[in-house]
């Protein structure tokens, strides 16, 4: 049982290129997420989706957009990067909005 | 959303039992308190989550009093691989969970 598998693990970009970030879980949760996480900062809310079909904003989502490409996927995508867009990014899954979350194990990327 | 206020950081010598307490002072009425706990280079991880009085599983014990405005994580023992940092969060029913800065544990040998 993988959980939920970040792809890639590591990435480096220049900034204005693009890439999407992939995300996919195997535990048939509704609910999917994207964090941020800074140095010596805690996790920051880019786009979640509450169920397939539907994505709303969190509390960072400028320069990403997303998609729920089903069930199990949620991608995220940063189309033209930015040196400020340099951080680790969480995907997360769960039952239910606020309980039972399960984290992939991060995406590192630096924007040059 | 109720906002938590917890320790930045906390150090503790092997064997020792840790206690962090975290404020939640405008928690609602179907408001639940969770924790989380995540290691270097990975993301967090569910420790622990409760509503009213206590709730103890194998990894902690969390203690809640009855005004519901502050709770305190209990780690029995800690070891050097409890090193980590402990998030405490609100979960609001039908919203994303928010993560602060949590409280980094260093547990010392």
């Known amino acids: 049982n993988a959980g939920v598998t970040q792809t890639p693990k590591f990435q480096v970009l220049k900034t204005g290129q693009s890439m999407t970030l992939q995300c996919a879980q195997d535990?048939?949760?509704?609910?999917m997420y994207w964090y941020r996480q800074d140095p010596g900062m805690g996790l920051r809310l880019i786009y979640y989706?509450?169920?397939?079909?539907?994505?709303d904003k969190g509390e960072v989502p400028n320069g990403y957009n997303v998609s729920r490409l089903n069930k199990r996927e949620f991608s995220l995508r940063l189309e033209s990067a930015a040196p400020s867009q340099t951080s680790v990014y969480f995907c997360?899954?769960?039952?239910?909005?606020?309980?039972?979350?399960?984290f992939g194990s991060g995406t590192r990327l630096t924007v040059v | 959303l109720a906002k938590t206020t917890q320790p930045i950081s906390m150090d503790s010598y092997e064997g020792q039992e840790v206690n962090i307490t975290c404020s939640h002072n405008?928690?609602?009425?179907?408001?639940?308190i969770t924790w989380y706990q995540q290691f270097p280079s990975q993301g967090p991880r569910f420790i622990i989550q409760?509503?009213?009085t206590k709730v103890t599983n194998e990894v902690a014990s969390l203690f809640i009093p009855a005004d519901r405005k502050s709770s305190t994580l209990s780690l029995p023992r800690v070891s050097l691989s409890d090193t980590a940092v402990y998030y405490c969060?609100?979960?609001?029913?039908?919203?994303?969970?928010?993560f602060g800065k949590g409280t980094r544990l260093s547990v010392i040998a």
């Open positions: 535990m048939n949760h509704n609910s």
């Open positions: 997360a899954s769960s039952e239910a909005q606020n309980y039972g979350y399960t």
């Open positions: 989706s509450a169920s397939e079909g539907t994505t």
């Open positions: 405008n928690i609602a009425t179907n408001d639940y």
């Open positions: 969060l609100v979960s609001t029913l039908n919203t994303p969970l928010v």
């Open positions: 409760g509503y009213k």
